[in-house]
């Protein structure tokens, strides 16, 4: 369905059932795209460890309605080209300049 693999940039939720977390961890990868994914649950630990096998630039842990500035918010992909906010964020903005200078 277009509504699990396109970004939508609506208040649109794909809902499916799967088996278990294997299954679910094959299906949000199996995407051109990544920017964020959102994991629910109690587990902090299990939280951390799918979200180290996702294949997206953002994770967030039960929540999906707030970007914290501190924190880079990137993707990977075919989406989410650069970074914004955190510091990394600026740096996109800037182009670093190195002069390599002998003196005579």
Sequence with gaps: MAVMREESF?????IMSVKDDERALQLM???????TASLWSTDQAAV?????????????????DYLDPALCWTGVKNTGRGAALSKLGYLQLSRAKSFHLKTV
């Design 48 to 64: 951390e460890a799918l979200g180290d096998r996702l294949q997206t630039g953002t994770v967030f842990m039960n929540r999906c």
């Design 10 to 14: 609506g208040p649109v939720v794909g």
């Design 29 to 35: 990868n199996d995407s051109d795209l990544g920017l």
